[in-house]
């Protein structure tokens, strides 16, 4: 896979600069900040918020972070039983992929793609007639089933059709029900801090995704489809619908990082640019 670089993108310089300084605000509804000098680490406030990554710290105009750094904050991750990662955005950041990887670990490399404030998206695709999409309501009989098909989708990546379909979705909700999953979600809705939109085939939520308001900027994030469901233009109508609900409350700038190139594809249709690259690097997957 090409990263793209800063080269590629040197006219972008005030777009990178607005979304590291979105990494650095979004955690905060739901974490405190850990200082590690060049680096910083979210760490979930309570029993009930959510485990963030560790990052460049905003605005550090010191030595840069090193793998004696890394190693800190590794240890107070596993300290506290958060996952051992790093994201940044390599355009901004470049210099910490060495400090990582001496640090012993791997490194992944993911498209982010934006629609900018000059960027227009594309127009939403049709459905069939059954097919509806829709922005959901905290207390919508339907959420649990929307927060759980990401996590069907993702346990089967790629694109292409799967055998995980109702039963597999059955067992997520129930997890994510009972442990607290699906009402952290609604929680976050309420609160202004998540907007989390469905496809749904009736009564079925088929394919669901977030975004994530900071002011004018959202993420897209967690955009999934059943894998029975996939290859019918679900996942972008989901963005489709997103990317209109973002603009139409404020947010000017919406970005999004995808697995791989052939999921890329699939937001370049709906309107979305390449125009840098995500970095997490975490420890290498054990050895079979």
Not at 96 to 114: D, F, I
Not at 262 to 276: D, Q
Request: aromatic fraction near 6%.
């Amino acid at each position: 896979m090409h990263a793209v670089t800063s080269v590629d993108h040197a006219s972008d310089r005030p777009l990178l600069d607005e979304i590291e300084r979105y990494y650095d605000a979004a955690p905060r509804s739901a974490a405190h900040a850990e200082d590690f000098g060049p680096l910083t680490l979210f760490v979930r406030k309570g029993a009930t918020g959510w485990h963030y990554y560790a990052r460049p710290t905003l605005g550090h105009d010191g030595p840069a972070a090193t793998a004696e750094d890394v190693h800190r904050v590794l240890e107070r991750q596993r300290e506290l039983g958060a996952p051992e990662a790093f994201e940044w955005v390599a355009e901004q950041n470049p210099e910490l992929r060495a400090a990582v990887e001496a640090a012993g670990l791997t490194v992944h490399e993911h498209p982010l793609l934006v629609l900018g404030p000059q960027d227009e998206p594309a127009p939403a695709p049709t459905l069939p007639d059954r097919m509806a999409v829709r922005v959901l309501a905290p207390d919508a009989p339907e959420l649990a089933e929307a927060v759980a098909v990401p996590h069907v989708a993702f346990g089967a990546p790629g694109t292409a059709i799967g055998a995980a379909g109702a039963a597999e979705l059955a067992r997520s909700v129930a997890a994510l029900t009972a442990d607290g999953g699906v009402a952290r979600v609604a929680q976050r809705i309420v609160d202004g801090n998540s907007v989390l939109a469905a496809a749904l085939d009736g009564d079925a939520v088929q394919c669901a995704g977030q975004y994530i308001p900071v002011g004018p900027v959202g993420e897209v994030v967690g955009v999934g489809t059943l894998p029975t469901a996939r290859r019918r233009g679900l996942g972008l109508a989901v963005t489709a619908a997103l990317v209109e609900h973002a603009r139409a409350n404020g947010v000017r700038t919406v970005f999004l990082s995808a697995a791989d190139e052939a999921v890329a594809r699939i937001y370049r249709r709906a309107g979305f640019r390449p125009f840098a690259t995500a970095l997490i690097a975490e420890p290498a997957a054990p050895q079979p």
